[in-house]
């Protein structure tokens, strides 16, 4: 059984920064591609980004690039999402998930999904 654990949302203002940290149990991490998914009340789940096993390549929606970066630390099993020149239109609960196959930006293609964590961007 895999488990995840999102950490390090919080409330910042317009212009800040938030690291967001994806903690997983089970042995089988570093073979798994990783991915953040974010959803705000009323609208559907969407892509943020997407990371590779080895974390050799990353995928990012086109309303994160050059803002957001993802990365991974396999001997913590530990997925991160650091994420600059925060919008209020960031404000979301952000997910981790592991990816299964298919589609990465489509939440389907991925199980284990974590608790998630709050993010909130003020103006």
């Known amino acids: 059984q895999v488990q995840l654990v999102e950490s390090g949302g919080g409330l910042v203002q317009a212009g800040g920064s938030l690291r967001l940290s994806c903690a997983a149990s089970?042995?089988?991490?570093?073979?798994?591609?990783m991915g953040w998914f974010r959803q705000s009340p009323g609208k559907v789940r969407e892509f943020v980004a997407r990371?590779?096993?080895?974390?050799?390549?990353?995928y990012y929606a086109d309303f994160v690039k050059g803002r957001f970066t993802i990365s991974r630390d396999n001997a913590k099993n530990t997925v991160y999402l650091q994420m600059n020149n925060l919008k209020p239109e960031d404000t979301a609960v952000y997910y981790c998930?592991?990816?299964?196959?298919?589609?990465?930006?489509?939440?389907?293609?991925?199980?284990?999904w974590g608790q998630g964590t709050q993010v909130t961007v003020s103006s």
């Open positions: 998930a592991r990816h299964f196959g298919g589609t990465i930006s489509d939440p389907t293609s991925y199980r284990y």
């Open positions: 089970g042995r089988t991490f570093s073979s798994a591609g």
């Open positions: 990371i590779t096993s080895s974390g050799s390549y990353i």
